[in-house]
């Protein structure tokens, strides 16, 4: 178990303060600052403030004419860490992943989309193909042939943060060798008019820590790492920068935008960081701090600190002035800062700090200078509050990093929103369009939700709420974590932000509708719904992204870092939805739209009383094209013993392309097994939709309690992601 | 011209979308945030945004505004006083 400790063997970084490892150091040795005034796109309202944006040519650094900014930016950091770790992929087969933290997802690009649409009328429906949080990772798996685990993170700004974490745990239960981790983002209208809606924005570059500090800057960037498990890195003679030893995740539930006052959520995640590293506090050199220069932020970012270290805080930096906060990015390009700070043994200083703020009483490194470090703290949180830390060390130390080893879950509870019977559809498209049949579930019963919660939540986040308060038996929510997928994620919010934005010229933005709009949204909301402070995920792996959520809570419950566990997934019909569909000519006779939501109450076998059933296996990964039905049945029945599957339980009756994938799938299962297993659907019932797995999930759930029956769950992305789930009594 | 405090209230609904309130139930003085209505910091950039609609009032600190969000007197007050002369 030992050698399954995850190392650092590959760097890849693009930031507005550098292009490589090197150049960004650079802008660090000197105090050079990445900001400058927006160019990007015009802002009437807002001008152009100091912002950290990427001016170099994606194009001439070598990014191909492919996907949106974002999938470029992470394009480029991929093949960055890919090269810098001298690996050959080719030798990895199955056993290499990606997992990317991503908060807007291909959002400038498909801005231009909605921009078109609302001033001139015209559909240009290209650019929604890279619009979801995933593209990017779809994008680097094909291209660079990683057949492993692939998965999105969308936590807002612990994304990348978060993306590693779930990569080492990846690696150290044994699911992969090797994983790319970080994080990519690129600035957008959005998040651009989203922060300044919410007045975060501080309009002379942001100063953390500085007493006179009055907001972020917002940049953009990606970070990989080359994450491998020691011992295959040693059986290759890699390079090992350094170790990453500690992380840990938290929720404040406590506030959809504002962090916990007394940053209760960031001290739980840091101490959680240590306890997984087996470290004491005092073990830490250095810690690169959230740091985003908001009032609130640094003043319950230093309020956790000292809460944990006492006195004696070692030095702090925030480098966010450097690079501007890059959102989903920024945990991974302060990882890379921290791995640089270990490897040179030098401390990176915190740029627009001058004067002490006596409320915070920590006065942040001022200047570049070196020191003796062997444990780096790395901190992120985020919208929803959702905290990400991770602890790095030094190659040459002996970790003490606990061992993961993925248990079998008991599932406690099933909350299911759908599904909608097939109707003709209502909903008014953007253009003019036939009639559809969909999966509507129709008007949610919200009278259980507070008055908070109605007027301010989407239809969206609601459905997330009724569904996990139906999942979920109260106890202890301290030690509750909850991971919500979603593929498309609060698209009506997201587009009714944009629309005000762009026809009223950014007068009169709708600062309520910005945290309505972030991904994570839904989980946020359930977590403060019932206190639940552990993890807090939203996995948006397209079809996917209920099995991710799913592996991301076994993982929690297996690692005692939760005791109870929400999993579950969401996604909504609307016009949005409907019409993009519509465009790819997606909707027929057989392929209906649908929407739901579905979460479900997981808890350690030992501590459940009367389950619903057992899930004993969860594996992600790709499949191969052309379509290998012979290499599937190798790699379910590595997991599962097929001697205990009764039904085959598949995505299929949804989109014709899939059909033929699966049912060979099927019949290739039956022939290994020697009898026939039984192949049974459920998009029929439910419709097609990124999260009709997880309505998927519930029927076999159903099916186990019923008729005692093990059930197999296997879902393909059509984008070339896939997952087996093995529910049995 | 001085606003009235029911002008003032039902703009306040209307932006925040209370809902199953009437002006009639936001007395002058009671507080607006944290145990009155139990509005929170969200609803106040929802003010901001409609303090500016409204009434031209740009507000770029929060901090700025946060006496202003006492009461729904306490608005109207800051409002006839901040108004930009028509």
């Known amino acids: 178990m030992a050698s399954r400790f995850p190392v650092i063997t590959g760097l890849g970084i693009v930031t507005a303060a550098g292009f490589g490892v090197d150049e960004v150091w650079r802008s660090i040795t000197h105090g050079e600052s990445g900001l400058k005034p927006l160019t990007l796109f015009e802002s009437p309202r807002y001008g152009q403030i100091l912002t950290g944006e990427i001016r170099r040519d994606l194009s001439e650094l070598g990014a191909p004419l492919h996907g949106s900014r974002s999938d470029r930016l992470g394009w480029l950091a991929a093949r960055d860490a890919i090269a810098s770790s001298r690996i050959d992929l080719q030798n990895y087969g199955d056993r290499a992943g990606v997992l990317l933290g991503s908060s807007v997802g291909g959002s400038f690009d498909s801005e231009r989309f909605l921009t078109a649409l609302i001033k001139r009328g015209r559909m240009r ?103 491998e498990a020691e011992e295959t890195a040693r059986q290759r003679n890699a390079n090992i920068l350094a170790r990453l030893t500690g992380w840990g995740a938290s929720c404040d539930a406590y506030h959809s935008t504002a962090p916990h006052p007394e940053g209760a959520g960031a001290l739980t995640a840091m101490q959680s960081a240590l306890r997984r590293a087996g470290l004491e506090p005092s073990a830490i050199d250095y810690i690169n701090a959230h740091g985003t220069g908001t009032r609130d932020n640094d003043l319950a970012e230093s309020k956790a600190l000292r809460q944990l270290f006492g006195e004696r805080i070692p030095p702090v930096s925030s480098t966010k002035r450097f690079f501007g906060h890059a959102l989903a990015a920024s945990g991974a390009i302060e990882a890379i800062v921290c791995i640089e700070a270990l490897r040179r043994q030098e401390v990176p200083p915190n740029p627009g700090f001058t004067a002490l703020d006596p409320a915070i009483g920590i006065e942040p490194v001022t200047s570049h200078r070196r020191a003796p470090l062997t444990h780096v703290m790395s901190n992120s949180f985020g919208f929803g509050g959702n905290n990400a830390v991770l602890i790095f060390s030094r190659a040459d ?100 932000f944009l629309e005000n934005l762009v026809s009223k010229d950014e007068r009169e933005p709708m600062p309520a509708q910005f945290p309505s709009s972030v991904h994570n949204a839904p989980a946020g909301q359930v977590a403060m719904d019932l206190g639940a402070r552990a993890m807090n995920s939203a996995p948006t792996v397209g079809e996917i992204s209920f099995e991710c959520a799913l592996w991301q809570s076994i993982s929690q419950l297996s690692a005692n870092e939760a005791d109870k566990a929400l999993a579950g997934s969401v996604d909504e019909l609307n016009k949005y939805v409907l019409s993009i569909g519509q465009r790819w000519r997606m909707w027929t006779e057989q392929t209906r739209p649908g929407e739901g939501a579905v979460v479900a109450g997981l808890a350690r076998p030992e501590s459940a009383t009367a389950p619903l059933a057992r899930v004993t296996v969860v594996r992600l990964g790709r499949y191969r ?105 | 011209m001085e606003i009235s405090l029911t002008e003032l209230k039902a703009k306040i609904i209307e932006s925040l979308k209370l809902q199953d309130i009437t002006p009639d139930k936001i007395a002058d003085d009671a507080p607006l945030f944290g145990e009155g209505l139990g509005l929170d910091s969200i609803d106040a950039l929802e003010l901001v945004v409609m303090l500016e609609k409204n009434y031209g009032i740009v507000i770029k600190d929060i901090e700025e505004g946060r006496p202003a969000f006492r009461s729904a007197r306490a608005l109207a007050d800051f409002i006839n006083a901040r108004r930009p002369a028509a």
Not at chain 1, 418 to 423: K, M, S
Request: contains cysteine; glycine residues 10%.
């Open chain 1, 397 to 496: 130390v002996t970790p003490l990093t606990r061992p993961v080893q993925l248990k079998p879950v008991a599932i406690t509870g099933l909350g299911v929103i759908g599904p909608g019977t097939a109707a003709p559809c209502d909903i008014e498209p953007p253009l003019p369009a036939g009639k559809v049949l969909a999966h509507d579930c129709g008007t949610l019963d919200t009278t259980t939700l507070n008055p908070t919660q109605r007027r301010r939540t989407s239809r969206l986040i609601q459905m997330a709420l009724i569904a996990a308060r139906r999942s979920h038996h109260p106890v202890s929510p301290d030690r509750l974590s909850v991971a919500i997928g979603t593929g498309m994620g609060c698209l009506s919010s997201a587009a009714a």
């Open chain 1, 125 to 227: 429906a290209r650019p929604t193909r890279f619009h979801e949080c995933v593209s990017a990772v779809d994008w680097i798996a094909d291209e660079f042939g990683l057949f492993g685990p692939s998965m999105a993170v969308a936590t807002a700004c612990s994304s990348g943060a978060l993306a590693i974490a779930t990569a080492a745990e990846l690696i150290m239960s044994g699911e992969a060798d090797l994983m790319l981790a970080g994080g990519a983002d690129s600035l957008s209208r959005m998040t651009w008019g989203g922060f300044h809606s919410l007045l975060l924005v501080d309009t002379a570059g942001c100063r953390p820590f500085d007493a006179k500090r009055a907001g972020m800057s917002l940049g953009e960037g990606g970070a990989v790492l080359v994450l």
């Open chain 1, 625 to 729: 094209r052309p379509f290998d039905a012979e290499h599937e049945t190798d790699w379910i029945t590595d997991a599962v013993d097929l001697a205990k599957v009764d039904v085959l339980l598949s995505g299929a009756k949804g989109l014709p392309a899939l059909e033929p994938l699966y049912a060979s799938v099927a019949a290739a299962l039956s022939k290994r097994a020697g009898r026939e297993i039984e192949h049974q659907t459920y998009k029929q019932l439910c419709g097609e939709f990124h999260s009709a797995s997880a309505f998927g999930f519930s029927v076999a759930v159903n099916l186990v309690r019923s008729q005692r029956r093990g059930v197999l769950l296997y879902t393909l992305a059509l984008r070339g992601a896939k997952a087996v789930c093995f529910v049995q009594p």
